[in-house]
């Protein structure tokens, strides 16, 4: 039997992409869809290695077609097809110089991509050396359970230690892992912000892991689980008699982490008198122990976190607005599960592959694709903490229809997030959940175009910079949705003209 492959798609007609898509995955093979260029580079500089990169974009300018090369130069050869239209002779030739053999003409036909698709299939089917047995049945074990719960392979994974992993699949935390690279070399303040349950405390320990105190301890202590007298003898120490039950000499967390680094999770929790000794510390690096006299110097780096909303605690003063500059050198903003839906299935996978020994025999079906269509659409207000008890919770009950059915209440409930999205649309009741998803991410693309060309007055380029897409991007995607300015009245109710479309290019 062929192999399942995983293909890695930048295909810029929807209807080519829909097409293509429709072939391949009816032949069991998977398909990640790429938005552009950037995207596409982004994902195989960060660790996804697709089988087949097939691109089906027609370069417009000297700096896409850049871009392209540098995009066909990413991947082996003989793993790239390129789709090229009538005319692009330059495009065929820029391919053929760099070993593609793979190109097919514009429109392309059913038999067509699967010829490609088995020739592939067959160049991968190689005897193996005798020493490579193992890992030939470490990967077949791999595409057995991927074909069993209908999934792509495996997102960037970057394994932490323990229990801990981070994972990528989305744009924005792929986008959180290249700026973590970026303060590899520096020894910054970082303040992570994010809803509970987002993973504030991984990413934490990302920094540290990619940081020059890699070698050094990683220390975590939780603000708000303890009263502000016992937090302070946490933080910094106390000194024998320093209190009732101090009966030794006891060091805190800053002098366990010394040359290390410190996570203070809940930052926001803590109150303004420790707020003022931990401003002491992050300025000059010294602290006195709780009934102590004397200084401690110590060199820790200090990640902090929390889910309040900071903003609005500096504005009520119940934060030290000096406090947060210090803390907040660098802020990383972790996205609440809602906001990178195409990493619950990779998630809700590892959870599985993670799952303790006792629980693997009762694993193997439990992500039908009813269930992976409901928690696509499912907002998980606790996040992942939420995502990994569900998942456990449906391992051991070995029902995967009654966990489908569980969360597909929660979305067509009355508080739901279908419903709050969908109230006014009465048309999407008789298609399935999948058509729902494309529905609602199709709406969601086209609002946020709409608010972005207004808010520029329709200066097509500075809308397309807010977007972080191409200028090209824009105009395909305003075709696409047929959309168009407003009119004053159509945005304050007042009357007003046309906002001039001729004006809107430059």
Aim: glycine share 6%; aromatic share 4%.
């Amino acid at each position: 039997m062929s192999p399942f492959l995983l293909v890695l798609a930048l295909v810029q007609s929807a209807e080519t992409r829909a097409f293509v898509k429709r072939v391949l995955e009816s032949a069991g093979h998977r398909v990640i869809e790429a938005d552009g260029y950037q995207q596409t580079q982004l994902l195989l500089s960060n660790g996804l290695s697709p089988d087949l990169l097939l691109l089906a974009c027609s370069p417009a300018n000297s700096t896409e077609m850049s871009q392209c090369q540098r995009l066909l130069r990413s991947v082996p050869a003989d793993r790239v097809c390129l789709v090229a239209g009538v005319g692009e002779d330059k495009l065929r030739t820029e391919a053929r110089a760099l070993g593609i053999r793979q190109i097919l003409s514009n429109p392309v036909t059913r038999c067509e991509i699967e010829s490609m698709m088995e020739s592939l299939s067959q160049a991968q089917e190689r005897p193996l050396a005798p020493d490579s047995v193992l890992a030939s049945s470490a990967t077949a074990n791999v595409r057995e359970l991927e074909a069993s719960i209908d999934m792509p392979a495996l997102p960037y994974i970057e394994e932490l230690g323990g229990d801990h992993f981070f994972l990528a699949a989305s744009p924005k935390m792929l986008e959180i892992h290249r700026q973590v690279k970026l303060l590899a070399e520096t020894d910054v303040n970082v303040l992570i912000l994010g809803e509970s349950g987002t993973g504030k405390e991984v990413i934490a320990q990302l920094i540290h892991r990619n940081s020059q105190r890699a070698n050094d301890k990683f220390l975590k202590v939780n603000c708000a689980a303890l009263p502000a007298d016992l937090l302070e003898s946490e933080l910094f120490g106390h000194r024998q008699g320093a209190f009732t039950g101090a009966i030794k000499d006891q060091p805190g967390k800053f002098e366990q982490a010394n040359g290390g680094t410190l996570l203070l999770d809940e930052i926001g929790e803590i109150g303004v008198q420790i707020q003022a000794k931990l401003l002491h510390v992050l300025q000059d690096g010294q602290f006195t122990r709780l009934g102590g006299q004397t200084c401690t110097k110590v060199n820790v780096r200090v990640l902090a976190a929390t889910n309040i909303q900071m903003d609005s605690a500096l504005v009520e003063k119940t934060f030290r607005e000096d406090l947060y500059y210090r803390l907040s050198v660098f802020t990383i903003h972790v996205p609440p599960l809602r906001e990178r839906r195409e990493e619950i299935p990779y998630l809700m996978e590892e959870t599985i592959r993670r799952a303790p020994a006792a629980m693997k025999g009762r694993a193997a079906s439990v992500l039908s694709s009813r269930l992976l269509d409901a928690a696509l659409l499912y907002d998980w207000p606790g996040n992942l903490r939420e995502l990994r008890n569900f998942v456990i919770r449906t391992i051991i009950m070995r029902d995967p229809e009654a966990a489908a059915r569980e969360l597909e209440s929660k979305v067509e409930g009355p508080c739901g997030a279908f419903q709050a999205s969908c109230a006014s649309t009465k048309s999407l009741q008789g298609l399935g959940m999948r058509s729902v998803v494309r529905d609602l991410k199709e709406r969601t693309e086209m609002q946020m175009i709409q608010d972005a060309l207004e808010i520029s007055r329709w200066n097509r380029r500075k809308a397309a910079q807010s977007l972080n897409i191409s200028y090209r991007a824009l105009l395909y995607k305003i075709q696409q949705h047929r959309l168009t300015p407003r009119t004053d009245r159509d945005m304050n109710g007042e009357s007003g003209v046309n906002y001039s479309v001729e004006n809107s290019a430059t």
